[in-house]
């Protein structure tokens, strides 16, 4: 058995994040951190025994889904990999060990290279996994990359709301992605438009409103002026670009919405 002083540990950190307390959690998994060193079982060990190797996979399971509700994606990166070796452990890999967090985990660090636009990695990742398309935490970054693909951004918008997405985890992802979205439709409408209506981008680049297209436009150091938003390219690259991909798409959304320019 896992000694008194870890498990007791361990229970204060399920505790604390059940409270949603997740700075306090943040905290304490440093400590329980220190712990796991001290008892060779960081990264999984043959002397190490089960019962404190499944302490350690679940309390760096907390840090990964902790990790995400404080918006620190370097802090889930490490933990997605420190969590590599307790998954390919043959000792924690039977019917009463396995993890119940590992397709959730993966699934998130698959959203993420998709919101990094590593493409190379994520396909790595998935050539690595049985039947991914069966479970619901990988299947939705694997739609939403298809959709990416394809230039359908809609349809990821609709899947990034959160009705849509599979644990309230998966939203910060899905928010970067959407981010990572509207900057790339942006970056086109430089190339391919002399100015846009207002209105309109508001819908094309998934806004709430207008003012937060103006203040969008802003951070882009485009001119807003008369309802209309006025891109500084010049007019060959307009002509040379009209009919990009992403452009074609945003518009084919517009004449959904009958918002057309």
């Known amino acids: 058995m896992a000694d008194k002083e870890l498990k007791a540990l361990h229970q204060a950190l399920v505790n604390t994040v059940n409270k949603g307390d997740y700075a306090s959690a943040s905290k304490g998994l440093s400590s329980l951190k220190i712990a796991l060193l001290q008892r060779d079982a960081l990264i999984p060990s043959p002397t190490t025994p089960p019962a404190t190797l499944l ?7 907390i840090g990964a889904l902790t990790s995400i509700h404080q918006t620190d994606d370097a802090a889930f990166s490490r933990y997605y990999s420190q969590l590599q070796p307790f998954y390919e452990d043959s000792r924690l890999s039977t019917p009463k060990t396995a993890s119940v967090n590992r397709s959730k985990i993966t699934g998130l660090h698959l959203l993420l290279l998709l919101s990094r636009n590593d493409i190379a990695d994520f396909h790595t990742t998935l050539e690595n996994l049985e039947a991914p ?22 349809k990821v918008w609709n899947a990034t709301k959160s009705s849509q997405v599979p644990s309230e985890e998966y939203a910060h992802f899905s928010q970067v992605l959407v981010g990572t979205i509207r900057n790339e439709i942006a970056s086109c409408w430089e190339k391919a ?17 207008e003012g937060a297209v103006i203040q969008f436009a802003k951070e882009k150091h485009w001119e807003v002026k008369d309802g209309r938003i006025y891109f500084p390219v010049e007019e060959t690259e307009k002509e ?13 959304y517009a004449h959904e919405l009958e918002t057309i320019v």
Do not use: V
Request: hydrophobic content about 45%; proline content about 5%.
């Open 193 to 209: 438009y002399a100015s846009l209506p207002i209105s309109n981008a508001k819908n094309l680049i998934f806004l709430d409103s």
């Open 133 to 154: 398309e069966d479970d619901p935490f990988i299947k939705h970054p694997i739609m939403l990359e298809r959709w990416l693909m394809e230039g359908s951004y809609d």
């Open 55 to 61: 302490l350690a996979r679940d309390i760096l399971e």
């Open 240 to 252: 040379a670009l009209a009919s990009g991909t992403i452009i074609e798409n945003s518009i084919g």
